[in-house]
C-alpha cells in the first residue's frame, strides 16, 4: 500500500472527534442511501402505489450495503490523506503476538462469547417470555430466505460477512477505541466503544449479547495491537450466525 505519496509533513494524531466524525459517516451514509432508495422506488412505482409496496427489509439491507461501501471509501481516503503514520494509530498492522497464538486465542474467545451469548439468548430470554425475538439481521435474513431472492440473498452475504464486520471493526475499534485509550484507560475505551457499538444494534432486548462481543473483539484488539484481528473474529462470528441461519436453529444473533 503505497500512501507515501498524500502524506502530510506532520504526522496526523487520531482523535476522539475524528472518531465520532467516523461514526456520524457511518451512520449518515447508510440513512442518507435508504432515503434515496425509498423515494426513488416510490417514484418508479408512482404515487399510486402504497408504503405497503415498498420491500423495507430490502432496501434496509442494500442501505446497509452500500452505506458500509461508502463509509469504506471514507476511510480509505483517511489512509491516503494522513499517510503512513496513521496506519499504527488505528492498529492497522499485524498482530504482536504469533499466528498459532492468536488463532487459539480468536478460537477461545470465539467459544467463550458464544456460550454466553447462547445462555442469554436460549436460557434467560425464554425465562422471561421472550423466546422469539432476534435481532435485525436475522429479521432481514428470514425475509430474504421467503423471497427467494438470489441477488438479495448475495447483497446479505456480501453484507454480513465482509462489508459490515470490516467497516464496524474500523469504525468501533480502529477510530474510536484507539482514539479513546489516548485519553483514557484501556478499559474504559473498551466500556466506552462497546456501550456504544451496543446502542447501534437492536432490539434493546439483545444489548447484552452486543455488549458481550463487543467487549470480546475490543479486548482482542487491545491484546494483539491489530485491528486485522478484530475484524477477522467479527467475520468468524457473523460467519457462524450465517450458517445458523441457514440451519434453521433459533438461537440467531
Known amino acids: 500500500m503505497n500512501v507515501s505519496q498524500s502524506a502530510p509533513s506532520q504526522p496526523y494524531q487520531l482523535t476522539i472527534k475524528r472518531g465520532f466524525?467516523?461514526?456520524?459517516?457511518?451512520?449518515?451514509?447508510q440513512a442518507l442511501v435508504g432515503l434515496a432508495l425509498s423515494y426513488g422506488v416510490r417514484f418508479i412505482q408512482g404515487a399510486d402505489y402504497g408504503e405497503g409496496t415498498i420491500n423495507t427489509q430490502i432496501i434496509g439491507m442494500t442501505s446497509l450495503l452500500l452505506g458500509g461501501i461508502i463509509t469504506l471509501l471514507w476511510f480509505w481516503?483517511?489512509?491516503?490523506?494522513?499517510?503512513?503514520?496513521?496506519?499504527?494509530?488505528?492498529?492497522?498492522?499485524?498482530?504482536?503476538?504469533?499466528?498459532?497464538?492468536?488463532v487459539i486465542l480468536v478460537f477461545?474467545?470465539?467459544?467463550?462469547?458464544?456460550?454466553?451469548?447462547?445462555?442469554?439468548r436460549s436460557v434467560i430470554l425464554p425465562f422471561v417470555g421472550q423466546e422469539d425475538i432476534i435481532g435485525g439481521a436475522s429479521q432481514m435474513f428470514a425475509h430474504i430466505r421467503e423471497t427467494g431472492s438470489v441477488l438479495g440473498m448475495v447483497g446479505?452475504?456480501?453484507?454480513?460477512?465482509?462489508?459490515?464486520?470490516?467497516?464496524?471493526?474500523?469504525?468501533?475499534?480502529?477510530?474510536?477505541?484507539?482514539?479513546?485509550?489516548?485519553?483514557?484507560?484501556?478499559?474504559?475505551?473498551?466500556?466506552?466503544?462497546?456501550l456504544l457499538f451496543m446502542a447501534g444494534h437492536g432490539p434493546m432486548l439483545l444489548w447484552p449479547m452486543y455488549f458481550i462481543y463487543s467487549v470480546a473483539w475490543s479486548w482482542i484488539f487491545m491484546h494483539t495491537k491489530s485491528l486485522k484481528m478484530a475484524i477477522a473474529i467479527h467475520m468468524l462470528n457473523n460467519l457462524f450466525y450465517t450458517v445458523i441461519a441457514v440451519m434453521g436453529w433459533k438461537i440467531l444473533a
Do not use: C
Open 21 to 29: 466524525l467516523a461514526l456520524f459517516i457511518m451512520y449518515a451514509s
Open 77 to 102: 481516503t483517511d489512509i491516503r490523506r494522513f499517510g503512513p503514520s496513521f496506519l499504527p494509530q488505528i492498529r492497522l498492522q499485524k498482530s504482536i503476538i504469533k499466528m498459532n497464538q492468536s
Open 108 to 120: 477461545l474467545l470465539f467459544s467463550a462469547t458464544h456460550f454466553l451469548a447462547w445462555t442469554y
Open 156 to 194: 446479505f452475504l456480501v453484507l454480513a460477512l465482509v462489508v459490515g464486520p470490516v467497516m464496524e471493526e474500523v469504525i468501533f475499534r480502529g477510530y474510536l477505541q484507539s482514539a479513546f485509550t489516548k485519553r483514557l484507560s484501556e478499559w474504559g475505551a473498551i466500556l466506552i466503544t462497546s
